[in-house]
């Protein structure tokens, strides 16, 4: 139970730190805005993942 709770608090740091990089350093508005959207979809499936593996559902 601990670890999964911090694999999850791991990769919130991990998106937080991409959201940073890309407000940081991509210049086109909507090219960042996409980027950001797929950090987010991917930092939802790890997490998503971590919960199900609690809930005792091991999808991969």
């Known amino acids: ?11 919130l740091v991990v998106g937080a730190i991409c959201f940073w990089a890309i407000d940081k350093f991509v210049n ?9 959207l797929l950090v987010a979809l991917v930092c939802l499936g790890a997490i998503l993942q971590r919960i199900l593996l609690l809930a005792g559902i091991n999808w991969l």
């Not at 139970?1 to 990769?11: A, F, N, P």
Request: no cysteine.
């Open 28 to 36: 086109d508005g909507r090219l960042a805005n996409l980027l950001k």
């Open 1 to 11: 139970m601990l670890s999964i709770l911090i694999g999850i608090l791991i990769i």
